[in-house]
């Protein structure tokens, strides 16, 4: 199994174990996160939800040869529905985050409530290096967040940035050793237990009201554009060169 799951002391752990594909994600592990986050969500004995990866890394982000061979189609498609199922999750979510994040590694932390790194962890959403455009709302959430210039260069330019950068960012809580990381975000996580678990759900809800509805249309605009852009001659070039270990060449575009 490349999705472990496993639910302790309240917490439901989601853990994304396929290092040996630097924990790429596939449309399976989507469906089977998605299914783990909604089982947490309905478990009255789960007071909060721990997502993490392996030592070293976190994901690599789409599987890029299963994602081109069955490329999302509509809103219902699993990358979505993982999508749904978290930003749909009243309970607390807590990332540990050691190695890379990269794409949706990144972008979905910004649905988590609270975020934590390794000290060598290390960012980045090269989305439009590889001929798309930003998804998970990342578009609104993240400019939101830290602002337009600050964004630009992490989603314009695809600037990689570190765990101390992300705190300074204000979309992770804290970094920590490595070997630390994990029993950390865990200890937090099992905070909930001795909270009200109906205030804590409802402080939740209260918190992200204001900006829901804009974020589902969000990432229905960014998932109509990225669907389109995935055919387009710039993305068929960036994905011709990262499987033949080459650099891209976009001079022939305008």
């Known amino acids: 199994m490349s999705i472990k799951t496993a639910t302790l ?19 399976d592990m989507y469906l ?15 007071r909060a939800v721990l997502i993490t990866g392996q030592p070293g890394i976190f994901t690599s982000g789409n599987d890029l040869e299963d994602f081109v061979q069955r490329p999302a189609q509509s809103t219902e498609s ?8 978290l930003i749909g999750c009243d309970k607390p979510v807590v990332a540990a985050v050691t190695g890379a ?6 972008t979905m932390l910004l649905h988590c409530d609270l975020i934590y790194l390794s000290d060598e962890a290390r960012l980045a959403m090269p989305f439009v290096s590889l001929g798309l455009v930003p998804e998970f ?8 967040l830290v602002g337009n210039v600050r964004a630009a260069e992490k989603l314009l330019l695809g600037e990689p940035f570190g765990a101390a950068e992300a705190v300074e960012l204000g979309i992770a809580n804290a970094v920590l050793p490595a070997n630390e990381l994990v ?15 109906g205030a804590v759900r409802e402080t939740k809800k ?19 554009v990225f669907a389109e852009r995935l055919t ?20 022939q575009f305008s």
């Open 9 to 27: 002391n309240g917490v439901a752990t989601i853990e994304i174990a396929r290092p040996e594909k630097k924990n790429a994600i596939t449309l």
């Open 32 to 46: 089977a996160m998605a299914a783990a986050l909604r089982d947490a969500n309905g478990d009255p004995s789960v």
């Open 78 to 85: 699993p990358a979505f529905q993982f999508m749904k199922a």
């Open 101 to 106: 994040a990269i794409g949706i590694g990144t």
């Open 137 to 144: 709302a990342s578009s609104l959430v993240f400019p939101r």
């Open 183 to 197: 029993n950390h975000a865990r200890r937090m996580a099992e905070r909930f237990n001795a909270l009200p678990p």
């Open 206 to 224: 209260l918190m992200r009201r204001a900006g829901a509805a804009q974020v589902l249309e969000t990432i229905a605009a960014e998932g109509a």
């Open 232 to 251: 387009s001659p710039e993305a068929k070039e960036a994905f011709s060169a990262f499987f033949q270990k080459r650099k891209p060449d976009f001079t």
